[in-house]
């Protein structure tokens, strides 16, 4: 199984960035697709997840109206679309794949810094 997260970097306040998650090893729309985020000093809290049914998604508050998450079964992948980003949003993403507790796949995670 793997599961890596691409496309984290130094951004300004107010641009965009998309993030990226490949998977394999699993049956990839059978499962719940998640993004989580890690500030530093602080516990790690849901972003987002776009369900295996593929017509859900639900964000956090902090987030909604400005993030987006997309998936394509095809490629296996799985996308967070951030716009309109604030220093606020500085952590580490990390995505995760769930079905059950038996099986939640994690990716490394990728840093996102936003500041001027």
């Known amino acids: 199984v793997h599961v890596v997260e691409s496309g984290g970097g130094l951004v300004q306040p107010g641009g965009s960035l998309r993030l990226s998650c490949a998977a394999s090893g699993f049956t990839f729309s059978s499962f719940d697709m998640r993004w989580y985020r890690q500030a530093p000093g602080k516990e790690r809290e849901l972003v987002g997840v776009?369900?295996?049914?593929?017509?859900?998604?639900n964000y956090a508050d902090s987030v909604k109206g400005r993030f987006t998450i997309s998936r394509d079964n095809a490629k296996n992948t799985v996308y967070l679309q951030m716009n309109s980003l604030k220093p606020a949003d500085t952590a580490v993403y990390y995505c995760?794949?769930?079905?059950?507790?038996?099986?939640?796949?994690w990716g490394q995670g990728t840093q996102v810094t936003v500041s001027s």
């Open positions: 995760n794949a769930y079905m059950m507790p038996e099986y939640s796949y």
């Open positions: 776009h369900t295996r049914a593929g017509s859900g998604t």
